[in-house]
C-alpha cells in the first residue's frame, strides 16, 4: 500500500483552513452594522444582538464538538473536515439572506453546531503525521489561523464597503468551497476503525486513569488558556480611547493593537512548534506562559498607543506558542484512535473560555477600571504556570509510558 504523504497534507489542510477562517472572519466585523440593515432599531440594540451571535454559536459548538470527535474516531477524520467544510459554507451563503436578526442568530447557531473546521482539521494531522513532527505541524495550523483571523476582517471590510454588507456572505461561501474541494481531492488518509473489543483490550484500567488524568489537566489548560486570551477583548477598543481620547481614528488604532497581536502570533506559533519538537512542548508551554504573564503588567500602564502596540506585539510572541504547544501535548497523550474524541473535548473547552472570558474582562472593568483587566489576566497565567508546574508534569510522567504502550502498529486502510 502507498505511503500517504503526510507533508501534503498538512500543507493541503493548512490552505484550506487559511481560506475557511478568512471567509469565517470576513463577516465578523460587519455583524452589527448588518443587524441594524436587517431591522435592529438602534447601535446599541445591534451590539446585543452582535453578542447573541457569537455567544449562541459558542454554545452549540461546545456541546456539539465532543460529538463529532466522536463520530471522527469511528468513520475517519477526513470525512469530519469535509462535513465542517460545507456546513460552514452553506450556512455562511445563507446568512446573506437573511431577513432580520433573528434569522441570522438562529443561522450562526446551526453554523456553530455544524462547522468547526479547525478542530477538525487539527485531529486529521495530528493521526495522519509521525509524531516527531506533530509540534511544528499543528504550529503550521495554528499560523494560519492567526494569519486568516488577519487578514479576513480587512477583506470583509473592503467587499462591504464597495458592494454592501450582503455581498461578503456568498464570497465568505466560496472560499469555504474552494476549501471543500481541495479538501475532497488533495487530502488523503488511512484509516482503520477500531472495533469495540479491540478498543476494550488497548484500554484497561491502568490505561484509563493514567490517560484520563493527563486529558483532563490539558483539557482545563487549553480552556484556561483560552479564557485568558479573550479576557481583554471587549476593554480592547475602550482601552484605546482612554489612552487617547477623542482621536478620530479610533477603529483603526484598536485595529492596528490587534493586528500587531495577530502577526506576531502567527510567526511564534510556527517557530515554537517547532521548538516544542526539539525541547520538548511541556517546557515550551511553561516559558509561553509566564512570558504572557510578565508582558500582560506592563499593559496595565502605558502611556500612549504606541506602548500599547509594541507591548501587545510582544505578548503576541508568546500567545501564538501556547495553543500549538498545548495541542501537540494532547496529541502525544492520547491513543491515536481517540484523538478524534479528545481534540472534540478540546474543542468544546475553548468554546467555553471565548463564552466566558469576554465577560469576566467587562465585569472586571465595570468594577475597578479597565487597567485592571491586564492585571487580573497576568494572575490567571500565573494559576496555568502553576497547574503546569505542580500538577501536569507530576501525572504526565507517570502516565506516559502507560499511554505509549496502547499505541501499537496497526493494520490500515486507505479512503
Known amino acids: 500500500m502507498p505511503e500517504i504523504n503526510w507533508k501534503r497534507n498538512v500543507a493541503v489542510l493548512c490552505t484550506t483552513q487559511l481560506l475557511t477562517l478568512i471567509g469565517f472572519s470576513s463577516y465578523f466585523p460587519i455583524i452589527p452594522f448588518y443587524m441594524m440593515e436587517l431591522g435592529a432599531e438602534s447601535y446599541e440594540q445591534a451590539l446585543s444582538l ?19 470527535g466522536a463520530l471522527a474516531d469511528r468513520y475517519g477524520r477526513k470525512m469530519m473536515v469535509v462535513r465542517a467544510t460545507m456546513g460552514g459554507a452553506i450556512l455562511s451563503f445563507l446568512m446573506g439572506l437573511a431577513q432580520s436578526p433573528e434569522h441570522l442568530i438562529i443561522l450562526r447557531t446551526l453554523q456553530g453546531a455544524l462547522s468547526g473546521t479547525m478542530a477538525a482539521a487539527m485531529t486529521l494531522i495530528s493521526t495522519q503525521t509521525p509524531e ?3 509540534g511544528v505541524s499543528l504550529g ?4 494560519v489561523q492567526y494569519a ?8 470583509g471590510g473592503l467587499t462591504s464597503d464597495l458592494f454592501g454588507y450582503r455581498t461578503v456572505f456568498p464570497v465568505s461561501a466560496g472560499l469555504q468551497t474552494i476549501s471543500l474541494i481541495l479538501a475532497l481531492t488533495l487530502v488523503k488518509e488511512r484509516f482503520v476503525r477500531v472495533e469495540t473489543a479491540k478498543r476494550a483490550r488497548r484500554t484497561p484500567r491502568e490505561l484509563l486513569s493514567a490517560f484520563a488524568g493527563v486529558t483532563a489537566v490539558l483539557l482545563f489548560v487549553v480552556g484556561l488558556i483560552r479564557l485568558t486570551t479573550t479576557t481583554v477583548t471587549p476593554i480592547m477598543s ?3 480611547n482612554e489612552i487617547d481620547p477623542g482621536n478620530p481614528r479610533l477603529g483603526t488604532l484598536a485595529g492596528t493593537v490587534s493586528s500587531a497581536s495577530a502577526v506576531t502570533s502567527a510567526v511564534a506559533a510556527f517557530l515554537v512548534g517547532r521548538a516544542g519538537d526539539r525541547v520538548g512542548q511541556r517546557k515550551v508551554l511553561l516559558i509561553c506562559i509566564l512570558g504572557m504573564m510578565v508582558l500582560y503588567i506592563p499593559l496595565a500602564y502605558v502611556s500612549s498607543v504606541t506602548q500599547l ?4 506585539a510582544a505578548l503576541g510572541l ?6 500549538p504547544t498545548a495541542n501537540a501535548l494532547l496529541a502525544r497523550s492520547t491513543p491515536t484512535e481517540r484523538r478524534g474524541a479528545v481534540f472534540g473535548i478540546s474543542s468544546s473547552f475553548q468554546a467555553a473560555g471565548r463564552s466566558v472570558g469576554p465577560m469576566i474582562g467587562a465585569g472586571i472593568a465595570n468594577q475597578w477600571g479597565i487597567s485592571s483587566v491586564f492585571l487580573a489576566t497576568s494572575g490567571f497565567c500565573a494559576v496555568i504556570a502553576l497547574v503546569i508546574v505542580t500538577v501536569l508534569n507530576r501525572i504526565a510522567n507517570g502516565a506516559a509510558h502507560v499511554v505509549n504502550a496502547a499505541r501499537r502498529t496497526e493494520p ?4
Open 50 to 68: 452582535n453578542a447573541a451571535f457569537s455567544s449562541t454559536a459558542a454554545i452549540t459548538m461546545m456541546i456539539a464538538s465532543p460529538i463529532w
Open 412 to 415: 490500515i486502510e486507505e479512503h
Open 309 to 312: 502596540i509594541m507591548f501587545y
Open 132 to 134: 516527531k513532527s506533530l
Open 318 to 323: 508568546f500567545l501564538g506558542g501556547t495553543m
Open 140 to 143: 503550521m495550523m495554528q499560523t
Open 238 to 240: 475602550l482601552y484605546v
Open 148 to 155: 486568516g483571523l488577519a487578514v479576513g476582517p480587512l477583506i
